[in-house]
């Protein structure tokens, strides 16, 4: 997973590096420990086989695409469907636009799950035939939002989160909303 998360990051820099686009490219392969945490937290009555996790879980490769600008998320997304193929067993790629869903989550980000062309899996890349990566493209702003939210409340470290504490997360979600705008 290492590997396949190499690669679409390699071949997403190389998308954006020939467009006009301004943004950042990272990646990661999900850690053991935080698969198992996964499937304990999220899938614990699901999964009873390692196959079942396999199926089931689909950021074990991840990109994320950082856009200086809000509005080049979705031509971004236009490179990704030419770019990549779609995940296995999927007749086109997978796009999830996740937004401001009224739950006061101020999460924005399109999750896009692709395979590797075919014409790219050749020599050492042979083996991630039949795997799938996740690509997740947000603004700049929205992700420091995005992980702050991530490590207070989705999988918090230090306990739960205060209603003070909330209600400053509200405030910033709001305030990094303004800042694509203005951007």
């Known amino acids: 997973y290492m590997k396949m998360s190499q690669a ?19 990646w990661r392969a999900k850690d053991p420990e935080s698969v198992q945490r996964k499937i304990k937290k999220k899938y614990k009555d699901e999964l009873n086989s390692e196959d079942a996790a396999f199926s089931r879980i689909n950021d074990f490769a991840g990109v994320r695409i950082l856009t200086y600008v809000e509005g080049d998320r979705e031509a971004v997304v236009d490179m990704i469907k030419d770019g990549f193929s779609p995940a296995p067993g999927f007749e086109q790629i997978d796009v999830d636009r996740k937004g401001i869903n009224g739950n006061e989550s101020f999460y924005r980000a399109i999750h896009c799950q692709v395979g590797v062309p075919e014409e790219r899996l050749i020599g050492t890349y042979e083996n991630l035939r039949g795997i799938s990566c996740e690509i997740q493209v947000c603004s700049m702003l929205a992700h420091v939002w995005n992980e702050l939210e991530h490590d207070l409340t989705y999988k918090p470290k230090t306990g739960e989160v205060s209603a003070q504490e909330r209600e400053l997360l509200k405030v910033l979600g709001n305030q990094t909303l303004a800042g694509d705008g203005v951007i």
């Open 8 to 26: 679409v990051g390699e071949l997403c820099r190389d998308l954006i590096r020939d467009s006009a686009i301004r943004a950042s490219v990272h």
